[in-house]
């Protein structure tokens, strides 16, 4: 069946502006999850959803990230007013309601100029 | 907060040996475990994962583990490897109760011929 998709694969910007990614998980997860890689700081856990609970944002850097799924299927991870730091890839994973397994999209490799 | 530490950030090895990627983790309540392969510009996929029961897990391609609670680690193995193999391996580990994963840094694996 279909895996988890991210959309930009790639996304160019430049400072200060915003960005929006998006992640559709796989169908029927009800758990979703952003991640952000880097080469300096690695992989790190950013926001967690489950269901219709309130999220788990205890990973965000900064007021500047938000995030947001929409009936409980689609989520948009918004950067605002980007930074030079922000560049990374940033990994999106659905899990069923266990939640023990994580799988992942291919990510969006996120450049801020 | 539980950490995971790669002892290795690169592990070259020629075709057909084989292969050790050491992962130790801290923690002061159950966690799962769980290797990770990331090929160039893919996102991650699950190789294994220990939940319970048995302490050595096998998974796809030939990979294994051993989960050992006494010396906090899930050393990763593969008795002989191939060109393909080569990629980035991340170990993780999730609280029993929980729902981030934290990574260790990574081990990059080059196989030669």
């Known amino acids: 069946g279909a895996g988890v998709s991210q959309s930009p694969s790639n996304k160019v910007t430049e400072k200060g502006k915003d960005v929006e990614l998006r992640c559709d998980p796989i169908s029927g997860h009800t758990a979703l999850y952003w991640y952000r890689q880097s080469l300096g700081q690695g992989l790190e856990f950013l926001i967690y959803f489950q269901g219709n609970s309130a999220p788990d944002k205890s990973g965000l850097p900064s007021d500047r990230f938000s995030a947001e799924r929409t009936g409980g299927s689609v989520s948009t991870l918004t950067i605002q007013r980007t930074q030079q730091e922000d560049s990374a890839v940033y990994l999106c994973?659905?899990?069923?309601?266990?939640?023990?397994?994580?799988?992942f999209g291919p990510g969006t490799r996120l450049l801020v100029l | 907060a539980q950490s995971v530490t790669q002892l290795d950030s690169q592990v070259p090895v020629f075709e057909e040996a084989p292969v050790e990627l050491r992962c130790n983790y801290s923690s002061s309540v159950s966690v799962y475990l769980f290797w990770y392969v990331q090929y160039p510009n893919q996102g991650l996929q699950l190789l294994l994962k220990y939940l319970s029961g048995s302490t050595l897990v096998k998974g796809i391609n030939g990979f294994e583990a051993e989960f050992n609670k006494s010396q906090t680690s899930f050393h990763l193995r593969k008795p002989s490897v191939h060109i393909s193999d080569t990629a980035e391996y991340f170990c993780?580990?999730?609280?029993?109760?929980?729902?981030?994963?934290?990574f260790g840094g990574g081990t990059r694996v080059l196989v030669k011929p």
């Open positions: 993780a580990v999730k609280k029993a109760a929980g729902n981030k994963l934290t």
């Open positions: 994973a659905s899990s069923s309601g266990t939640g023990e397994t994580q799988y």
